[in-house]
């Protein structure tokens, strides 16, 4: 399998290329040349297998140039019931009539970034290992991306990763994981800004070939296709464990910021996971929302990007909507580059409005979205905890919203959990009048030590950093 730049670059790379590169050298993100198609019978084959061959299964069409037996063990190592809670892995749960939660938030740091990030860190290890190499991570959170990087790479040979997160804009819980670490692998950088100024230091770091090169600089965020790839996966799980067999179709609501964990879902679809509908839930900051219901994408400045109380989707950049838009106009990179880099990069927006190709993502591709308050999750979470006695965290009351918004006769509607309640436990106490509880191996880490470095949203600023701590 190889893969390409959603940009054009004329170059194509395997697996363990692109694993280590993060993104292309002319600032598009990777996809396979093609995806592979499932037939009914692999479908069949499928449904019966624990997760971890599951993963491998699916692993296998991407990646070629890992030996099969090593990355079926890599696959077994990383998705096991002592690190994610239970055989099942991601177990799903029916909510009401037709509507389904899948717990993704069991692992390590309780969110559904550790699906993806146990295996990225496995994967990592092999490689530097295989290589005899070293890589410097640098990523961006708006709070779960980071803790789950850390917690799989924290010890890791070969590994260093230098994680931005917006100063002040996670909750105390999400802030107290990734900065009590004190391992000497793991560097916490706090930016003065939003999210965003984190993630386009990141780019702006790895546009910066030379920078690169010399200090071996790679990233866990989901504009890796590695990552995503993994959490292809729950998706094949999730549908198996709603469905008696395989012509039944099910559709996805998936709570969205950075597109990383729906754009999983398009792939799915498109290699034959009979999904209808894909529902992006947003939150206020409505980038995505905005587009799939007017063809307009247009993001928005700091000082507009709104800090609520789902904050992990308090992004106006969604950095893998580029993955989608690159299949949505026929995968033409010229027109992607056009609406990218000269349309998004010179005015903060482009228009589809008046493409055909915009009506294909709701009719080809099976999209749909929708908008969530404030207001919206506090009800939401009241409403789930009364008539089911289930907590949920905001990001999911956003996802439960919009899921019931997009409802169809007889399809079952999977909305992906996203967090443990205690993550968010701020927002439970105003919806409930008391805090979730909370596994006892996070007893009292807010109280911690921290080790954190706090540096201004300028990429020269992290540059210095991170030189001063490779060299």
Same mark, same amino acid.
């Given at each position: 399998?190889?893969?390409?730049?959603?940009?054009?670059?004329?170059?194509?790379?395997?697996?363990?290329?692109?694993?280590?590169?993060?993104?292309?050298?002319?600032?598009?993100?990777?996809?396979?040349?093609?995806?592979?198609?499932?037939?009914?019978?692999?479908?069949?084959?499928?449904?019966?297998?624990?997760?971890?061959?599951?993963?491998?299964?699916?692993?296998?069409?991407?990646?070629? +140039?890992?030996?099969?037996?090593?990355?079926?063990?890599?696959?077994?190592?990383?998705?096991?019931?002592?690190? #994610?809670?239970?055989?099942?892995?991601?177990?799903?749960?029916?909510?009401?009539?037709?509507?389904?939660?899948?717990?993704?938030?069991?692992?390590?740091?309780?969110?559904?970034?550790?699906?993806?990030?146990?295996?990225?860190?496995?994967?990592?290890?092999?490689?530097?290992?295989?290589?005899?190499?070293?890589?410097?991570?640098?990523?961006?959170?708006?709070?779960?991306?980071?803790?789950?990087?850390?917690?799989?790479?924290?010890?890791?040979?070969?590994?260093?990763?230098?994680?931005?997160?917006?100063?002040?804009?996670?909750?105390?819980?999400?802030?107290?994981?990734?900065?009590?670490?004190?391992?000497?692998?793991?560097?916490?950088?706090?930016?003065?800004?939003?999210?965003?100024?984190?993630?386009?230091?990141?780019?702006?770091?790895?546009?910066?070939?030379?920078?690169?090169?010399?200090?071996?600089?790679?990233?866990?965020?989901?504009?890796?296709?590695?990552?995503?790839?993994?959490?292809?996966?729950?998706? #094949?799980?999730?549908?198996?464990?709603?469905?008696?067999?395989?012509?039944?179709?099910?559709?996805?609501?998936?709570?969205?910021?950075?597109?990383?964990?729906?754009?999983?879902?398009?792939?799915?679809?498109?290699?034959?996971?009979?999904?209808?509908?894909?529902? %992006?839930?947003?939150?206020?900051?409505?980038?995505?929302?905005?587009?799939?219901?007017?063809?307009?994408?247009?993001?928005?400045?700091?000082?507009?990007?709104?800090?609520?109380?789902?904050?992990?989707?308090?992004?106006?950049?969604?950095?893998?909507?580029?993955?989608?838009?690159?299949?949505?106009?026929?995968?033409?990179?010229?027109?992607?580059?056009?609406?990218?880099?000269?349309?998004?990069?010179?005015?903060?927006?482009?228009?589809?409005?008046?493409?055909?190709?915009?009506?294909?993502?709701?009719?080809?591709?099976?999209?749909?979205?929708?908008?969530?308050?404030?207001?919206?999750?506090?009800?939401?979470?009241?409403?789930? +905890?009364?008539?089911?006695?289930?907590?949920?965290?905001?990001?999911?009351?956003?996802?439960?919203?919009?899921?019931?918004?997009?409802?169809?006769?007889? %399809?079952?509607?999977?909305?992906?959990?996203?967090?443990?309640?205690?993550?968010?436990?701020?927002?439970?106490?105003?919806?409930?009048?008391?805090?979730?509880?909370?596994?006892?191996?996070?007893?009292?880490?807010?109280?911690?030590?921290?080790?954190? %470095?706090?540096?201004?949203?300028?990429?020269?600023?992290?540059?210095?950093?991170?030189?001063?701590?490779?060299?």
């Amino acid at each position: 399998m190889n893969y390409l730049s959603t940009r054009g670059h004329p170059d194509r790379k395997r697996f363990c290329e692109i694993l280590l590169e993060g993104l292309a050298p002319d600032g598009g993100l990777y996809l396979p040349e093609h995806y592979p198609q499932v037939d009914t019978a692999t479908l069949a084959k499928w449904r019966e297998l624990p997760y971890a061959e599951l993963a491998f299964e699916i692993l296998s069409l991407y990646i070629d +140039d890992i030996p099969p037996a090593d990355l079926k063990a890599i696959c077994a190592r990383t998705y096991t019931a002592e690190v #994610f809670g239970s055989d099942e892995i991601v177990p799903l749960r029916e909510l009401e009539d037709g509507v389904y939660l899948e717990a993704l938030s069991n692992g390590p740091t309780l969110a559904f970034k550790d699906m993806a990030m146990q295996l990225l860190g496995n994967l990592f290890e092999y490689e530097l290992a295989r290589r005899g190499a070293e890589l410097n991570i640098l990523g961006a959170t708006s709070g779960d991306t980071g803790s789950a990087a850390e917690y799989a790479m924290r010890g890791k040979k070969g590994v260093r990763v230098f994680m931005t997160s917006p100063d002040g804009r996670m909750s105390p819980f999400q802030q107290a994981q990734m900065f009590s670490l004190q391992d000497q692998n793991i560097h916490n950088i706090a930016i003065s800004g939003v999210f965003d100024d984190c993630q386009d230091i990141v780019k702006a770091v790895s546009n910066d070939l030379g920078f690169k090169r010399k200090y071996r600089i790679g990233t866990v965020n989901s504009i890796n296709w590695a990552r995503l790839l993994a959490q292809v996966v729950y998706y #094949f799980a999730g549908y198996f464990q709603a469905t008696a067999s395989n012509d039944k179709p099910v559709s996805f609501t998936v709570p969205s910021g950075n597109f990383g964990n729906v754009c999983a879902g398009h792939v799915a679809r498109m290699m034959g996971l009979p999904i209808q509908t894909l529902v %992006v839930a947003t939150n206020e900051n409505d980038v995505l929302d905005e587009f799939f219901r007017t063809g307009i994408y247009r993001v928005r400045a700091a000082a507009d990007t709104h800090e609520t109380s789902s904050p992990s989707m308090d992004i106006s950049k969604a950095s893998n909507f580029e993955r989608f838009v690159f299949d949505l106009v026929g995968r033409d990179a010229g027109r992607l580059r056009s609406l990218f880099v000269d349309d998004l990069g010179r005015q903060g927006r482009f228009d589809l409005s008046a493409d055909p190709a915009f009506r294909q993502a709701a009719e080809r591709f099976g999209f749909k979205s929708s908008r969530s308050t404030h207001a919206d999750r506090l009800a939401t979470i009241r409403e789930t +905890d009364k008539r089911f006695a289930t907590l949920v965290d905001p990001h999911t009351a956003d996802g439960l919203k919009a899921a019931r918004e997009h409802l169809a006769p007889g %399809v079952p509607m999977v909305v992906l959990e996203t967090a443990l309640p205690i993550k968010f436990a701020a927002t439970l106490v105003e919806a409930l009048g008391h805090e979730p509880a909370r596994p006892a191996r996070f007893e009292g880490i807010e109280a911690l030590p921290k080790r954190v %470095v706090k540096l201004p949203a300028d990429a020269e600023a992290v540059k210095a950093y991170i030189a001063q701590n490779c060299d």
